[in-house]
């Protein structure tokens, strides 16, 4: 009989991995229906609880884990934070405490704060890591140390967690914004690119994807590209510089952030002169919905925030308290498409 493990067993449960873990380590209050029914389902199963993992908790040894994310404006990352602190919620139950800091996209900030929680006696490491040599050391040696990383949503090009990285394949996701853009617009266009942080390998790979796309497409062309911070007042003036520099850009992909500005500069610049601007953006945001239901955006990649999120927390819980690695070390989340049609479902 194949191992069940304890999240198959809250699945037929219909209940949280928290629950069963509440009733397989006999801690915390568990309705004794549902109890019953955990207990029944591990002996029809015969489970038997990881015993490296039993003894961490029994010992109620501390276990942290660190989180650095990225101080910004956009929403994006709010959903990420969702995700991160639901998961954390849960592990409160197995004695581990998840540590986070927001901090500014630059490797200063990140080096520091890697300091501070590897001060705090960190277990564990997730991060959104700025592109910079620095930082691939710092990494490279906590890894070194025994100290499993987590890249999330972003990583590096010089730096592949020997651990795991969670979050989509940002190559393809720049492949399938350029098919989208050549469908709507028949083949026919003169591009603008906005990216939020070009030190950011998950926003330069959807660049490096779209361009890729383009080698094959001959009246495809992208004429400029700039960064925005992820700033909607960048992002506008950004957008209206590069509609007026070049009359016949036809089209705009925004890479991250700053979607509500530039599509403020587009309709601008545009309203009443019959010129129409295909737009492709990213993530399901407030802004980004709005702009989708009136039309000044085609469509979106959606790429699973909260998901994410959970997810990198996930693979350490397996770790840290079952003692079972990754799958693989790039746990890829999935890519969505979101239209008008589809945008509130």
Known sequence: MAIITQSEIAKLAGVSRATVGRVVNN????????????????????????KAGQALVNRQKEIRIGCIIIKSDNPFFNQLNEGILEKAD???????????????????AQLSCVSELLSLGISALVIQPFMDKSICEKLLSIEKSGIPVVTV??????????????????????????????????????????????????????????????KDCP????????????????????????????????????????????????????????????????????????????????ATICQQPQRQGRLALSVLYDYLIEGKAPSSNRLYTDIQIKVAANIDV
């Open 27 to 50: 801690a915390g209050d568990v309705n004794e229906e549902t109890r019953e029914k955990i207990l029944a389902i591990m002996k029809e199963h015969d489970y038997r609880p990881n």
């Open 153 to 214: 949503n972003t990583d590096m090009p010089d730096y592949q967690s020997s651990f795991c990285y969670v979050g989509n394949d940002f190559y393809m996701c720049g492949k399938t914004a350029a098919n989208l853009m050549r469908l709507i617009t028949a083949g026919r266009c003169e591009a603008g690119v906005i990216v939020g942080f070009s030190k950011a390998k998950s926003h330069t790979d959807r660049v490096l994807g779209f361009r890729d796309y383009l």
């Open 219 to 298: 009246d495809m062309h992208i004429v400029d590209i700039q960064d925005n911070n992820d700033d909607d007042m960048e992002s506008y003036y950004i957008a209206k510089t590069m509609l007026l520099a070049h009359p016949r850009l036809n089209a705009i992909f925004l890479v991250a952030g700053g979607v509500y500005g530039a599509c403020r500069a587009i309709r601008d610049v545009c309203s009443g002169t019959g010129r129409h601007i295909t737009v492709i953006s990213f993530d399901d945001v407030p802004a980004t919905r709005e702009m989708v239901r009136n039309g000044t955006i085609a």
């Open 90 to 108: 849960e592990l409160k139950y197995y004695g581990i405490e998840v540590i986070m800091r927001s901090v500014e996209f630059e490797a200063s």
